[in-house]
């Protein structure tokens, strides 16, 4: 496969979104209205043959994905996948309300006007109706300072996963990033140096250097493009200088489960010399059984799904399965660990946003934390607390189709990817809803440059310390992920 072409022409102007009780296909490569795209009758079949594959599984999500923005003039075919756009029959509106859409020609002058957005990690779908009923009915009626608890919840949420966690030891934050912000703070001295594992997710590399704080990457000696995320040889890598580490579990953006034996070499390493580990679980809802397993559509199920026992650092259901937190089972490091998690994430919750919270064990370090956190007014709201308890206790059932929906679009992402450039190394981890490109060979230079020009908007790696290197959020319609794709990669 060529590498792209940088000079290809800008995508041309979308149709308006369709309104409610319309669809909208996952249209054959040559209906796409995109002069950017130019591929041959020979590759237009294979992608064609794809979607055949693939389109029978697809009805069951259709009612789920918002109507794809910035694919171009895209025909109705009724033959192939097929989603129904929002609910409330407005999704330009909304759409162009969101973060992800808006004044993109300023974050991103190389774009065109109707580029694919892919860039930040929020999902296109509304979310559980349960959790829209209980803030409606909480601001109908509730004005007043409110008092409420989250740790039971909490605690019965872990259960699921099979971790014990004492409610008492959770305390609410009003983002995560407050809560990373406080954790450093309550466990650092300016100057202090902090490990972070590399790549990584931006804003944590920026709250440690905020703080006056000397950042250590530790770097990956080789990143796995086999569908099962990075390894790492830790008695190498970590530092024992250090005051504290910082670690985004699962892995943003690779999608990396760390093995229970490099998490428990960690946890200890770092009890042993007293550093913090402060960790970011965020995305443990979206786990998958076994990245490297392939789609049977016949049957509707992976060809090599293993049982649970092979994962025991997961909760397994079928295709997905909750990441356990990480080193839970390891009771004697627990009190050197603060885990920081959001209903945000999983739940779709960020205009709220959802109740954060920190689970910190150590009583002493769990008081000075929470102190930070009263002081500077960084408790979660009363009505983030409410999303959060609808969340975990009424919404399983709309997560569990949001999560078969990101399996499936895991799926038709790799045998997208296997056709169109079976040699640029990509992967998609265990976890999470990123596909993480190298696209060092395909765009040597200025890579996130030329991939704007293409209509194409993620995430610059540069961003997470990986020059050359893009994040795409799959937590979207098909044929936005088609779209992006044949941009990226069509001659």
């Not at 259960?159 to 466990?187: E, F, P, R």
């Not at 994962?311 to 885990?339: G, H, L, M």
């Not at 969340?391 to 399983?396: G, I, K, M, T, V």
């Amino acid at each position: 496969m060529k590498a792209a072409n940088p000079s290809a022409k800008a995508a041309k102007p979308r149709a308006k979104a369709s309104r409610q009780g319309d669809t909208s296909a996952l249209a054959d490569a040559d209906q796409l209205a995109d002069s950017s795209v130019n591929i041959n009758a020979a590759l237009r079949q294979q992608v064609a043959d794809i979607d055949n594959l693939f389109s029978a599984q697809f009805s069951q999500f259709s009612s789920l994905w918002h109507t794809p923005l910035g694919c171009g003039d895209i025909k109705v075919n009724t033959n192939t996948i097929t989603v129904v756009n929002d609910s409330d029959g407005d999704g330009e509106t909304n759409a162009r309300s969101r973060l992800k859409f808006s004044s993109l020609s300023t974050r991103f002058p190389h774009a065109p006007e109707h580029a694919v957005s892919m860039w930040i990690a929020d999902m296109d779908t509304a979310p559980s109706k349960h959790i829209a009923h209980a803030i409606s009915a909480f601001v109908s009626s509730h004005y007043g300072y409110q008092s409420g608890d989250i740790g039971d919840v909490v605690a019965g949420r872990y259960a699921k996963q099979g971790a014990v966690i004492a409610a008492n030891s959770v305390v609410s934050t009003a983002s995560v990033m407050a809560a990373v912000d406080t954790a450093l703070k309550v466990c650092t001295t300016k100057g202090d140096k902090v490990m972070v594992l590399s790549p990584t997710y931006g804003p944590l590399r920026e709250r440690i250097a905020a703080q006056g704080l000397n950042l250590v990457d530790v770097s990956i000696d080789e990143i796995s493009f086999k569908e099962t995320g990075i390894e790492i040889n830790i008695t190498a890598l970590l530092d024992a200088d250090c005051t504290a580490f910082v670690l985004c579990h699962p892995n943003n953006p690779t999608g990396t489960v760390l093995s229970e034996t490099h998490q428990h070499d960690i946890a200890r390493f770092c009890k042993t010399h007293n550093i913090t580990l402060i960790l970011d679980e965020v995305h443990s809802e979206f786990g998958f059984i076994d990245a490297d397993a392939t789609v049977d559509a016949s049957s509707n199920t992976k060809t090599n799904t293993k049982h649970n026992a092979h994962y025991p650092n997961k909760v397994c259901t079928n295709e997905t399965c909750a990441i356990k937190p990480f080193a839970i089972d390891v009771p004697f490091v627990q009190d050197s660990i603060i885990r920081i998690n959001s209903a945000g994430k999983a739940f779709n919750l960020s205009a709220i946003p959802a109740a954060s919270y920190a689970i910190i064990a150590n009583d002493a370090l769990r008081a000075k934390f929470a102190k930070e956190i009263d002081s500077c007014h960084l408790e979660a709201s009363p009505v983030a607390k409410v999303a959060l308890i609808a969340a975990y206790e009424q919404a399983d059932d709309w997560l569990a189709l949001v999560l078969k929906a990101i399996a499936f679009n895991r799926q038709y992402t790799k045998a997208l990817m296997n056709v169109l450039s079976p040699t640029t190394p990509f992967t998609l981890g265990e976890a999470g809803y990123f596909l993480w490109l190298n696209l060092n060979q395909n765009f040597p230079q200025n890579t996130f440059v030329e991939v704007c020009k293409r209509g194409v908007i993620g995430v610059d790696g540069a961003s997470f310390n990986a020059a050359g290197y893009l994040r795409l959020n799959l937590a979207c319609h098909p044929t936005a992920i088609k779209t992006a794709l044949l941009r990226l990669f069509s001659d």
